[in-house]
């Protein structure tokens, strides 16, 4: 997501916690600009050439790309709890990998799912860790549809529902399910009119599958919140690229003031145990949500001329992404599969404070789950089917200073599943806990420290990650620039 997603380093809470791989990126960054302080979010090719560069840097280092595993378990050769070999598959050819030690640093976890570690998605219940905010939510009208203007699930004159809208009813506030935050695609656009590629218009739009969205501007509309209807940046955040120097490049991302913005709701079903083509097909309806949505407000005669004008100020940068539309190639997964460790990260980790004698890394993005469902209930007073958007959160994690030491353990697999398999993105973590660590500045680090950990262990003859010794890791990546606690320091 850092390049080929458009995202960067920009998710980071406090700006001193970043050290090691990711503060070296940043600064690539900065050369390429001339200032002196961190690039967080650079222009996505300078993001991409740094990050060959870093990879250069180390010439045993060989970079295949396009080449996922099969789709099935065949892709792992598994002897005992041992990964042996994995299988992948190009454009032309499979090709056999054979190693001591496998990293699954994807976003989806098929390698960690494959070789039979277990693995969850969705949210816990509320029970299951004692975790506050775990599990299904209370009615939140934040970034929600309006309380006293709500927007009808139904379409006109029926009881079928209306596209992007599943069928109720809401189940009981803090029961668990498999349902995932909205997945999304960042796009860099600006109102540069030099370097604007207009958005484009999906092949087969219907104007008609955005009739919630209609609705919704209405009401802001009949509600005098936009008494000429609402411009571009409520409906979505409109972001600077975080410390980019020219200041007219903007991240594109969900608005959690507003009820229909670019996260797609209820269509990232089935996508974490699907195949390649089923995922394909689940970005293509993400692709159409977004750029549909984009295409009826700045062109549908039903939205307020403000809102049509004030869209069309806005473009795609035309220097991003050339090569694929000036869209980002990357669908953002905001999260997956998780695996379940020996041990699991939860909010109690996230909030509590504590030194972790184990700690490879440190996070510092607050709880930040976005929207979960858009689902139908029924109105109060008679008001019929409406929708409802549930489970968003923004929580700080105060009890912690803001920032957390995150333990070696969340990379394992249960021991007695697999001894030389790190995960450093799926990893051990609740859904709450996820929403914080599920950010490009914590993978970096994570990913960093597996990298460390898989050296450490060969080096040290260790046949089982879960036993190398975490002194000898965190020692490395002191030497290498890590924090592994915070406030920094080499021990509790």
Not at 14 to 27: A, D, E, I, P, Q
Not at 214 to 243: A, C, N, W
Request: charge should be negative; proline fraction near 5%.
């Amino acid at each position: 997501m850092s390049v080929a997603g458009g995202i960067g380093l920009r998710d980071l809470g406090h700006v001193g916690s970043l050290n090691g791989t990711g503060w070296k990126w940043t600064m690539l960054n900065a050369d390429h600009y001339k200032v002196d302080y961190p690039v967080y979010q650079p222009d996505m090719y300078v993001g991409e050439a740094n990050f060959l560069k870093l990879l250069r840097e180390h010439s045993n280092i060989d970079l295949f790309l396009n080449s996922p595993l099969l789709d099935d378990a065949k892709s792992v050769i598994k002897s005992g709890t041992a990964i042996q070999a994995i299988v992948t598959a190009n454009s032309t050819d499979m090709i056999r990998w054979n190693a001591a030690i496998f990293i699954d640093a994807s976003y989806e976890g098929d390698l960690a799912r494959f070789a039979g570690a277990s693995y969850t998605y969705g949210r816990e219940s509320h029970a299951q860790f004692n975790e506050e905010l775990a599990g299904v939510r209370p009615r939140d009208w934040t970034g929600n549809f309006l309380e006293k203007y709500p927007s009808s699930a139904l379409k006109n004159g029926t009881s079928e529902l209306v596209p992007y809208v599943i069928k109720g009813p809401m189940a009981t506030v803090g029961t668990a399910d498999d349902k995932m935050m909205g997945y999304s695609y960042r796009l860099c656009i600006t109102n540069k009119v030099s370097n604007q590629a207009p958005f484009p218009k999906p092949e087969g739009y219907n104007p008609d599958d955005f009739i919630l969205l209609q609705r919704y501007i209405d009401t802001l509309v009949e509600s005098k919140k936009f008494v000429d209807g609402p411009p571009l940046h409520f409906m979505v955040d409109v972001l600077d690229y975080r410390s980019y120097p020219y200041h007219d490049k903007w991240d594109m991302c969900d608005s959690t003031g507003s009820a229909f913005t670019s996260d797609v709701i209820n269509l990232n079903r089935g996508y974490v145990t699907a195949s390649q083509t089923e995922r394909e097909k689940i970005a293509k309806d993400h692709y159409y949500y977004i750029a549909g949505m984009l295409t009826y407000l700045s062109t549908d005669p039903r939205v307020p001329a403000y809102t049509r004008r004030n869209t069309l100020s806005w473009g795609l940068c035309k220097d991003q992404w050339p090569s694929n539309g000036h869209w980002p190639p990357q669908l953002y997964v905001r999260e997956g599969l998780r695996i379940v460790g020996d041990v699991v990260f939860t909010q109690h980790d996230l909030i509590g404070g504590k030194c972790k004698s184990d700690s490879i890394a440190v996070g510092s993005w607050p709880i930040d789950v976005h929207v979960v469902q858009r689902i139908a209930v029924e109105g109060s007073d008679g008001r019929g089917t409406i929708a409802d958007n549930e489970g968003q959160i923004v929580s700080g994690i105060y009890g912690s200073g803001g920032v957390y030491d995150i333990p070696y353990s969340i990379m394992l697999p249960k021991r007695s599943q697999t001894s030389n398999l790190l995960v450093p993105v799926c990893h051990s973590a609740t859904h709450i806990a996820y929403g914080s660590l599920r950010v490009e500045p914590t993978f970096i680090q994570l990913g960093q420290a597996a990298g460390t950990a898989a050296y450490v262990a060969l080096r040290d003859k260790i046949k089982h990650v879960a036993d190398v010794d975490v002194s000898h890791i965190q020692e490395q990546l002191i030497k290498d620039d890590m924090y592994v606690h915070w406030p920094p320091k080499t021990s509790c």
